[in-house]
């Protein structure tokens, strides 16, 4: 009798612990869904939307009638915002500008280290991206340049004439087929080598842009690989070496790998032609600093060569990947909504003209053009839950506790798609950002596309420009049309990586 007792208090006992262990929270936490051991939540946001992890926390918030979910990832206490409010305060409040580390973040680097800037924190960070933002400014980046429209300028002349003329070398073959081409590979090169003639000040000719297109490739593996909160390799690490396949370790390691060579290429020309008495470009400059540690004698310096190869990794990606994700996402659109292009055309017919390719100076007189590519980086929110910040202090969200070390995660998409802020949020409506003078209205565009505060995408500058560009220039040259046989796009095919992208899909730009 008294073993029987013993056997029944023990398992009272463990399921008492089990219990506790799956529903405890901090002090006054978000409401939220249990934890399992070594993955916390995150198993349950895979079952309730396992390709697109946000629209499962969505669903979260209905179940617990809550915009602002609380759960955890791996041992990490998480809370996740899906509203303006909650979402502002986790971009712009210093008390957030932490990083989570995880694995994502490390297997960047081959020695494992957390380095660049989107995924390191602290003093380093501080002083890491106030350098590099201060010496790209030089070269034009963040800022009105007018050399560097003049080089974006000149890539979409080249673009426009591709387009034209077909194919020449074997890398476009590969892309452009009986008068289609691929998207949104077919936008690598223009808009990757308009941003190395800032970082590097060179571009690479039509001839060897081969290299572009694979690089390109190579960053969408790794885009395609992740997910909203850095795939289950972020959670649970070692489960690389038993599914290495499956776990999506080997597409990420690979298409890393390619971004990772590809620059490292670059810098090392670099290091091997450097003269300190002639600085070229920002990575001369960076060279510059890593030197003078050098002859310091600095144990632990903070200019280094891998710290440097993955700064460029950061700032190149997006020009890379993001901005041609974005039109290939706006084509999708278009080819729903033929209207809008012809909206378009007609605005750019009507200020610019034929004659001449659009430039900036045009931007304030083409509102309708302007304000449906602020729509389409609204309606398809490229990093749906951002990058995943950390609080760095003991502090308070929305009325909750938020312990030192928890991650915050701003609801990109949640707040894009909220209704009460939108109305229709689901419809591509670019007439939601024109007032009634006719003008685009910055006031109606809550939008953050690229976050905000410190932690804010140091390419939007960059990335407005060259979107407006590139588009205008294709609406005032071209009509879109799909293969004779090909249905319109299925939105509900769109990827989602560690941004969300439209499949390849094939199109003709026929001259208008």
Request: with cysteine; charged share 25%; proline share 7%.
């Amino acid at each position: 009798m008294a073993s029987i007792i013993l056997i029944g208090l023990t398992i009272s006992l463990i399921l008492y612990r089990i219990y506790k262990y799956m529903f405890y929270r901090p002090k006054n936490f978000p409401p939220g869904p249990p934890r399992l051991p070594y993955v916390g939540s995150y198993l349950f946001l895979l079952l309730l939307n396992r390709k697109e992890i946000h629209k499962g926390v969505l669903w979260l918030t209905k179940w617990y009638k809550s915009k602002t979910i609380g759960l955890y990832v791996a041992g990490a206490p998480t809370i996740i915002c899906n509203d303006y409010e909650g979402t502002k305060e986790i971009l712009t409040r210093s008390e957030f500008d932490g990083r989570p580390d995880i694995f994502l973040a490390r297997m960047r680097d081959p020695k494992m280290n957390r380095r660049g800037i989107f995924f390191v924190e602290g003093p380093f960070w501080k002083d890491q991206r106030r350098f590099t933002l201060r010496h790209l400014r030089d070269y034009g980046f963040g800022r009105r340049f007018a050399e560097l429209e003049i080089e974006v300028r000149d890539e979409i002349c080249l673009f426009l004439d591709i387009l034209r003329n077909g194919p020449k070398y074997p890398h476009e073959h590969k892309i452009m087929k009986n008068g289609y081409v691929l998207v949104p590979d077919i936008f690598f090169a223009s808009m990757s080598n308009a941003f190395l003639k800032i970082l590097s000040g060179e571009k690479f000719p039509r001839s060897e842009q081969g290299i572009l297109y694979e690089t390109g490739s190579a960053g969408m593996q790794f885009q395609k690989a992740g997910d909203d909160y850095g795939k289950l390799l972020s959670v649970v690490p070692w489960i690389r070496h038993i599914f290495p396949e499956k776990s999506d370790y080997v597409n990420l390691r690979d298409g890393n790998e390619g971004l990772y060579k590809f620059i490292k290429l670059i810098v090392d020309k670099h290091v091997e032609t450097f003269d300190n008495s002639h600085e070229r470009n920002f990575i001369d400059l960076y060279i510059r600093e890593m030197k003078a540690q050098q002859e310091e004698g600095i144990k632990n310096p903070v200019f280094h060569y891998e710290q440097l190869i993955l700064i460029c990794v950061d700032f190149f990606f997006p020009a890379l990947t993001a901005v041609p994700v974005t039109i290939g996402f706006l084509i999708q659109r278009l080819l729903l909504q033929p209207e809008i292009l012809i909206k378009m055309q007609k605005e750019i017919d009507e200020v610019v003209g034929r004659g001449r390719l659009p430039e900036l100076d045009d931007r304030i007189n083409l509102p309708y053009v302007e304000a449906t590519i602020r729509e389409i980086m609204r309606l398809e929110t490229l990093v749906p839950s951002a990058i995943p910040h950390k609080a760095v202090v003991d502090t308070k969200l929305l009325g909750y506790d938020v312990p030192e070390g928890a991650f915050v995660v701003p609801g990109l998409y949640a707040f894009h798609m909220d209704p009460k802020l939108w109305g229709d949020p689901e419809v591509f409506r670019p007439e939601r950002f024109i007032g009634e003078d006719g003008k685009l209205s910055l006031k109606l565009d809550k939008s953050l596309p690229f976050g905000a505060g410190k932690r804010l995408c140091a390419g939007e500058t960059f990335a407005r420009n060259t979107l407006f560009l590139m588009i205008s220039a294709l609406a005032q040259n071209f009509n879109i049309r799909q293969p004779p046989n090909d249905k319109l796009p299925d939105l509900s095919k769109t990827i989602c990586g560690l941004i969300t992208l439209p499949p390849q899909f094939w199109i003709k730009f026929e001259p208008r």
